[in-house]
């Protein structure tokens, strides 16, 4: 069975961190790119960062860039974001996704490259 699980969600002050966690199993995690999404209450789900299925190379959205960081751990089956100096607006509930097969070796930055998704975890970032 195709599952990603994400763990780490809380609540947070801002100017606080943050490490969420995506566990994932039932496919070749090693040979997927993986992505973070989020969204926040009233609006659409917007893509956060990507991370292409060797590890190498990163892409972030602005609105984290220099604050996030997306990594892996291809032995653990494990994506990570790495959420520093959080601000009230990134308050949202944040998913990961690996990509559909055609699209697998990534960069990804589109909700239909995705067709596994993880429940989602919530991040409340307090003013």
């Known amino acids: 069975q195709v599952q990603l699980v994400e763990s780490g969600g809380g609540l947070v002050q801002a100017g606080g961190s943050r490490r969420l966690s995506c566990a994932a199993s039932?496919?070749?995690?090693?040979?997927?790119?993986m992505g973070w999404f989020r969204q926040a209450p009233g609006k659409e789900r917007e893509f956060v960062a990507a991370i292409i299925w060797t590890g190498d190379t990163t892409y972030y959205s602005n609105s984290v860039k220099g604050r996030f960081t997306i990594s892996r751990d291809n032995a653990k089956n494990t994506v990570y974001l790495q959420m520093n100096n959080l601000k009230p607006e990134d308050t949202a509930v944040y998913y990961c996704a690996a990509p559909a097969a055609r699209w697998r070796y990534g960069p990804n930055f589109k909700e239909y490259e995705y067709d596994v998704w993880g429940q989602g975890t919530q991040v409340t970032v307090s003013s």
């Open positions: 039932g496919f070749t995690f090693s040979s997927h790119s």
